[in-house]
């Protein structure tokens, strides 16, 4: 949140609101565990792709969750191998990991399971 690579990374793969610094600072301050984000750096050490995560525990058993408390909060990538790195970052935690991901391409049967489903409307609000 404080990384300034980290919003760099946030424009240049177009995130959003879930993905800012203010919106995660405003998470980890309201609800006190720490945020940290699962990064690929390119050849400059410039990080190309990213995702946030929390590593919650609690009344249910311990899991990563991508975001917590945003509608949604796709991994920030451009190529299938940083996907693959950000998985596998994940991965080394040995926990379930839990995604909110409106990027109906990051459904891969063979590699994650699908628990739930919700509906997303948007209404386009270029030129009124």
Do not use: N
């Given at each position: ?39 690929v750096l390119d050849a400059d050490g410039q990080p190309s792709a990213g ?45 379930p990991v839990h995604l909110r991901c409106l990027d109906a391409d990051l459904?891969?049967p063979d590699r994650l399971l699908t628990t739930k489903r919700a509906r ?9």
């Amino acid at each position: 949140m404080t990384d300034p690579r980290w919003s760099a990374l946030v424009s240049r793969r177009r995130g959003g609101l879930f993905h800012s610094p203010p919106w995660l600072g405003a998470v980890q301050d309201a609800y006190g565990f720490p945020l940290r984000a699962g990064v690929v750096l390119d050849a400059d050490g410039q990080p190309s792709a990213g995702i946030p995560y929390a590593c919650l525990e609690g009344l249910s058993a311990p899991r990563l969750v991508a975001a917590p408390f945003c509608d949604t909060c796709d991994p920030l990538f451009e190529c299938p191998e940083e996907w693959d790195q950000l998985l596998a970052a994940l991965a080394a935690h040995g926990l379930p990991v839990h995604l909110r991901c409106l990027d109906a391409d990051l459904l891969e049967p063979d590699r994650l399971l699908t628990t739930k489903r919700a509906r997303w409307h948007t209404i386009s609000l270029g030129e009124c």
